[in-house]
């Protein structure tokens, strides 16, 4: 299995801060990982596949970047509306793996 | 618009059986891979398996596997996961999302949720 490894797994910033989150994968997932952020009591939102591609709708304050084993979702100007737990997910091979998740805190 | 409506949230006992549902809607439900995806209170997101319910094929995380059963209504365009014998760890909020593509198993429309609860 893929192991999916975030850091931080939380995070303290406040509105208007650049945020970084790092996902690094056990082996080479070339560019097969998405980007999900929960809000509490919420399923998932889509918001980064291919490492770096925005999901329709997806506010372009959210990037992501990397390949291989090293990955990154960046938050340019964060909003009040952004503090929330972002996963990141590797779908290169079964089973599919999450990341821990990186909680986004005030 | 893919729509993914799960049913209610559950309350059961040790050694019960249950099982959710998740129906979709839109032209291509049945053309598209459903997976479930757990997350236990206050803890990550974990993939269980996926099922297609055009003909109810169903691949599963080996940590789950023998565990539950993923299976498809087709005409009702609904996919169920059930367990034979819940366990109180079994409690946690179930997810069933859609894969985008056969070869693209990101995950891009989601259901809101079944909290099933699992105490004696």
């Known amino acids: 299995d893929i192991q999916m490894t975030q850091s931080p797994s939380a995070l303290a910033a406040s509105v208007g801060d650049r945020v970084t989150i790092t996902c690094r994968a056990s082996q080479s997932i070339s560019s097969w990982l998405a980007w999900y952020q929960q809000k509490p009591g919420k399923a998932p939102n889509l918001l980064i596949f291919?490492?770096?591609s925005l999901e329709s709708e997806v506010p372009s304050r959210f990037s992501g970047s990397g390949s291989g084993t090293e990955f990154s979702l960046t938050i340019s100007s964060l909003q009040p509306d952004d503090f929330a737990t972002y996963y990141c997910q590797q779908y290169k091979s079964y089973p599919l793996t999450f990341g821990g998740g990186t909680k986004v805190e005030i | 618009e893919v729509q993914l409506v799960q049913s209610g949230a559950e309350v059961k006992k040790p050694g019960e059986s249950l099982k959710i549902s998740c129906q979709g809607s839109g032209d291509s439900f049945s053309t598209h891979w459903i997976g479930w995806v757990r997350q236990m209170p206050g803890k990550g997101l974990e993939w269980m398996g996926i099922v297609y319910p055009g003909d109810s094929e169903a691949k599963y995380s080996p940590s789950f596997e023998g565990r539950v059963t993923m299976s498809a209504a087709k005409s009702t365009t609904t996919v169920y996961l059930q367990w034979s014998s819940l366990k109180a760890s079994d409690t946690a909020m179930y997810f069933c999302?859609?894969?985008?593509?056969?070869?693209?198993?990101?995950?891009?429309?989601w259901g809101q949720g079944t909290l099933v609860t699992v105490s004696s």
């Open positions: 999302a859609r894969l985008k593509g056969a070869y693209d198993s990101r995950f891009d429309f």
């Open positions: 291919k490492a770096s």
